[in-house]
């Protein structure tokens, strides 16, 4: 289930940057608005110190397109918009050309939770010009912050080495928007729930809970509160034992744990919320199994990210789940992923494709011409290499270079399989692959993760996972760079 219209309930065509729509009035004033663009989006550098991103966000970026127009209101505002002479921004016949606005172009997508990495698109879209252009800002504020907590999460949950994590972060997301994304995205990225009652609802993704220090601090002491909490929640007793000593709270827990016990039911377990968890947890387990609940859990939370489980785990916490908050959420050491939407070509009416690049001084931001596409070779159920390639261009028999035109890193010979990982998502305006239900992405998640060399996976001093270029992409790119320094410089093109 897709949470755009459940939350907003109306078309979201006002979901972009005003200069989106300045310069599609521009190009339709200019009289382009039949030239046909290629746009990618992509990121230039994987988020967190990794070396690999979880594709996040597609299923909603799809949703928001196939509903997307201006509606009655979304003009009456746009009418009102006024320039610096204090006339209309817009003229009354381009607002009637967005009246009727379909988007009637192709776009190419990786199936969420893919693995991807630096300058690979993620999306690709072709279409008018004008279209295009109308798509890049919600298209990278749904991609971009997805991307981003389902790779947070997986690197997190790569952490945890097989325990459970779950996802406890809306009281610290950004706003209502970002804490239900957040949810299903950290859901993708293999937690095995989350506190967010509303995600739940909306997208099926297991609900789980405990208690909070008030309700301790609500009772006269904290074995009182236990037993209370126990009374009212036998088959949901998982008791935070961390508001006073944590030491006695497991005690007191364990005598909970005795009378529910007692009572034909069975405590499911305690949660450290604070102090040093690898030696707390190994405390707790020892009285835990002393007293005989060797199936009850330890819960850990407060603070916790990638980091500080492998710290925790590196030092023998015995900890069976971890609850993550705040830095999963909020991806607290990156708030963004910085992904960017790019032209790779343009193609006026009835003439050839003219491929373009942006050229930088930071090479990082120079980009990739042409109609972009990534070819995926794998061996023994492995990812071995990826191949960037121009699809008009290419020769098919994948002779390549790294991006600075050197030898490659990686012999393609010893690959097993490949395919193309953009795939048809709309064309001429339909959508032609059909919404996927959340459990089967999340799957397919966790086996792309499982997939990436251990090397390149590593939460610290990770590997870098090969992406070379097609021999054609490169001689391409090669040339339109010597013709933009040509110009730069006053010389012949």
């Given at each position: 289930?897709?949470?755009?219209?459940?939350?907003?309930g109306?078309?979201?065509?006002?979901?972009?940057?005003?200069?989106?729509?300045?310069?599609?009035?521009?190009?339709?004033?200019?009289?382009?608005?039949?030239?046909?663009?290629?746009?990618?989006?992509?990121?230039?550098?994987?988020?967190?110190?990794?070396?690999?991103?979880?594709?996040?966000?597609?299923?909603?970026?799809?949703?928001?397109?196939?509903?997307?127009?201006?509606?009655?209101?979304?003009?009456?505002?746009?009418?009102?918009?006024?320039?610096?002479?204090?006339?209309?921004?817009?003229?009354?016949?381009?607002?009637?050309?967005?009246q009727?606005?379909?988007?009637?172009?192709?776009?190419?997508?990786?199936?969420?939770?893919?693995?991807?990495?630096?300058?690979?698109?993620?999306?690709?879209?072709?279409?008018?010009?004008?279209?295009?252009?109308?798509l890049?800002?919600?298209?990278?504020?749904?991609?971009?912050?997805?991307?981003?907590?389902?790779?947070?999460?997986?690197?997190?949950?790569?952490?945890?080495?097989?325990?459970?994590?779950?996802?406890?972060?809306?009281?610290?997301?950004?706003?209502?928007?970002?804490?239900?994304?957040?949810?299903?995205?950290?859901?993708?990225?293999?937690?095995?729930?989350?506190?967010?009652?509303?995600?739940?609802?909306?997208?099926g993704?297991?609900?789980?809970?405990?208690?909070?220090?008030?309700?301790?601090?609500?009772?006269?002491?904290?074995?009182?509160?236990?037993?209370?909490?126990?009374?009212?929640?036998?088959?949901?007793?998982?008791?935070?034992?961390?508001?006073?000593?944590?030491?006695?709270?497991?005690?007191?827990?364990?005598?909970?744990?005795?009378?529910?016990?007692?009572?034909?039911?069975?405590?499911?377990?305690?949660?450290?919320?604070s102090?040093?968890?690898?030696?707390?947890s190994?405390?707790?387990?020892?009285k835990?199994?002393?007293?005989?609940?060797?199936?009850?859990?330890?819960?850990?939370?407060?603070?916790?990210?990638?980091?500080?489980?492998?710290e925790?785990?590196?030092?023998?916490?015995?900890?069976?789940?971890?609850?993550?908050?705040?830095?999963?959420?909020?991806?607290?050491?990156?708030?963004?992923?910085?992904?960017?939407?790019?032209?790779?070509?343009?193609?006026?009416?009835?003439?050839?494709?003219?491929?373009?690049?942006?050229?930088?001084?930071?090479?990082?931001?120079?980009?990739?011409?042409?109609?972009?596409?990534?070819?995926?070779?794998?061996?023994?159920?492995?990812?071995?290499?990826?191949?960037?390639?121009?699809?008009?261009?290419?020769?098919a028999?994948?002779?390549?270079?790294?991006?600075?035109?050197?030898?490659?890193?990686?012999s393609?010979?010893?690959?097993?399989?490949?395919?193309?990982?953009?795939?048809?998502?709309?064309?001429?305006?339909?959508?032609?692959?059909?919404?996927?239900?959340?459990?089967?992405?999340?799957?397919?998640?966790?086996?792309?993760?499982?997939?990436?060399?251990?090397?390149?996976?590593?939460?610290?001093?990770?590997?870098?996972?090969?992406?070379?270029?097609?021999?054609?992409?490169?001689?391409?790119?090669?040339?339109?760079?010597?013709?933009?320094?040509?110009a730069?410089?006053?010389?012949?093109?």
């Open positions: 289930m897709g949470c755009l219209a459940p939350l907003y109306m078309p979201l065509g006002l979901l972009t940057d005003l200069y989106q729509l300045t310069m599609a009035y521009g190009y339709w004033k200019t009289g382009m608005r039949e030239h046909r663009a290629v746009f990618h989006l992509f990121f230039r550098k994987p988020p967190f110190g990794g070396a690999y991103a979880l594709a996040g966000g597609i299923e909603a970026a799809a949703e928001w397109l196939d509903g997307l127009r201006f509606t009655p209101d979304d003009l009456s505002y746009l009418a009102g918009l006024r320039g610096n002479d204090g006339r209309p921004l817009f003229p009354d016949a381009f607002l009637s050309e967005l009727e606005f379909r988007f009637r172009g192709d776009v190419d997508a990786v199936r969420e939770g893919t693995a991807v990495f630096a300058h690979e698109p993620l999306i690709r879209v072709t279409a008018s010009i004008i279209e295009a252009q109308l890049e800002t919600a298209l990278l504020t749904l991609v971009n912050f997805g991307t981003l907590i389902t790779t947070k999460a997986a690197r997190i949950c790569e952490a945890a080495e097989g325990d459970a994590v779950v996802e406890f972060g809306l009281r610290r997301a950004q706003g209502i928007d970002g804490g239900v994304t957040a949810a299903r995205a950290a859901y993708v990225g293999g937690c095995v729930g989350t506190s967010n009652v509303l995600a739940g609802r909306l997208f993704i297991p609900v789980k809970g405990t208690h909070a220090h008030s309700w301790v601090m609500a009772f006269g002491d904290e074995q009182t509160a236990f037993d209370r909490y126990a009374e009212a929640m036998p088959n949901n007793a998982i008791l935070l034992v961390d508001t006073y000593d944590t030491v006695r709270g497991v005690e007191h827990a364990i005598a909970t744990a005795r009378r529910l016990r007692a009572g034909g039911h069975r405590i499911v377990g305690i949660r450290l919320d102090g040093d968890i690898a030696a707390l190994r405390i707790a387990r020892e835990l199994d002393a007293a005989g609940f060797h199936e009850a859990v330890i819960v850990a939370s407060g603070d916790l990210d990638e980091f500080r489980i492998a925790f785990k590196r030092r023998g916490a015995r900890v069976d789940v971890w609850g993550v908050g705040t830095r999963l959420a909020v991806a607290w050491d990156q708030p963004a992923l910085g992904g960017v939407y790019k032209l790779g070509g343009i193609r006026p009416p009835g003439q050839a494709w003219s491929f373009r690049m942006k050229r930088s001084d930071d090479p990082a931001k120079t980009t990739n011409p042409g109609i972009l596409q990534v070819r995926r070779f794998g061996t023994g159920g492995r990812m071995l290499a990826d191949v960037l390639y121009n699809e008009p261009q290419h020769t028999d994948w002779r390549c270079v790294s991006p600075d035109g050197s030898e490659p890193p990686i393609l010979a010893q690959a097993e399989d490949h395919g193309d990982l953009l795939q048809p998502l709309f064309r001429d305006g339909q959508r032609v692959r059909a919404p996927l239900p959340i459990e089967e992405i999340r799957r397919f998640a966790l086996q792309q993760r499982e997939a990436i060399p251990q090397s390149v996976r590593r939460i610290e001093q990770p590997a870098e996972f090969p992406v070379m270029l097609d021999q054609e992409l490169f001689r391409l790119k090669t040339e339109l760079l010597r013709r933009i320094e040509a730069a410089s006053g010389g012949a093109g």
